[in-house]
């Protein structure tokens, strides 16, 4: 495939400019094939017409974002949490999405028992399963930088990411997701990576800035970090990954940009630091 064919777009890159419409709009005009599509703002239209609008455009979508988050100690959240995401699964399923990328959940507000929120999330996973089976959805397990273990994710390594696919033993349907930005810093990294061969569903870049000054919210465009995106995307390649990589920008100055120009830069970029 050509280069912009390999390229996806995740919808937060555009979070704060463009609702669903618009970022179907604003990518496929810009000669980008590919998107990863954001809950809320799927919600926001409704999945009957976002999957209509994403079908007229031509559009693939590369993953549905975000499900997972079952690690809560109190029982009725919990199952709250489970059947949103037997919704997500559902509505991954009707836009066509490749995957369904989840993340493990936090800790609730005085919790401290951290391995009974991993076990909870993995618990959680394993009840999503069957579902996701009868919907052939394929689940994107994906771990998150340590630095936000407490409020978003108490998966937060490859090797974890890895265990939880053994545990689950559910074949083609549950894979993982590799985030650079996530996952830069492990020096396990490249053992990990080839222990998850045939089981990365997505892959995401973005960089990771020297002076990093939000826990969420400020991530380098491609080429403005310290990450060699190159080797990465070498070693995810020879992992076994062939789809699109997926640009997810998390950024407060980038969301301060006009969208066009953010797209733009996304595809210079992706021609030159990737």
């Known amino acids: 495939m050509d280069d912009l064919q390999r390229l996806s777009i995740n919808q937060l890159t555009t979070r704060e400019q463009w609702s669903l419409p618009e970022a179907v709009d604003g990518y496929a005009r810009a000669g980008i094939g590919a998107m990863a599509v954001w809950w809320e703002k799927l919600r926001e239209v409704g999945v009957q017409r976002a999957a209509r609008t994403i079908r007229d455009a031509g559009m693939r979508v590369s993953a549905y974002c975000v499900g997972g988050q079952m690690s809560s100690p109190d029982p009725a959240r919990w199952q709250a949490q489970l059947d949103d995401n037997r919704r997500m699964v559902d509505e991954a399923a009707a836009i066509g999405a490749s995957c369904l990328v989840a993340i493990g959940g936090g800790l609730d507000a005085g919790d401290r028992d951290l391995e009974g929120a991993r076990q909870r999330s993995l618990a959680g996973f394993a009840e999503l399963v069957p579902h996701i089976r009868d919907c052939a959805v394929v689940l994107a397990l994906e771990p998150l930088h340590p630095m936000v273990c407490a409020s978003r994710s108490v998966l937060c390594s490859l090797a974890q990411a890895n265990d939880w696919c053994d545990e689950l ?98 595809k210079e970029r992706f021609a030159s630091a990737m």
């Open 169 to 266: 033993n559910a074949g083609a349907h549950v894979g993982i997701a590799v985030d650079t930005y996530n996952l830069w810093w492990d020096p396990d990294l490249e053992a990990q990576l080839q222990r998850a061969t045939g089981r990365i569903a997505a892959y995401h870049v973005s960089d990771w800035l020297p002076d990093t000054c939000d826990l969420r919210f400020d991530r380098g465009m491609p080429g403005d970090g310290v990450i060699d995106l190159r080797r990465f995307a070498a070693l995810v390649q020879a992992a076994g990954y062939q789809g699109v990589h997926e640009v997810e920008i998390l950024s407060k100055r980038w969301w301060a940009e006009d969208p066009n120009v953010v797209v733009a830069t996304v």
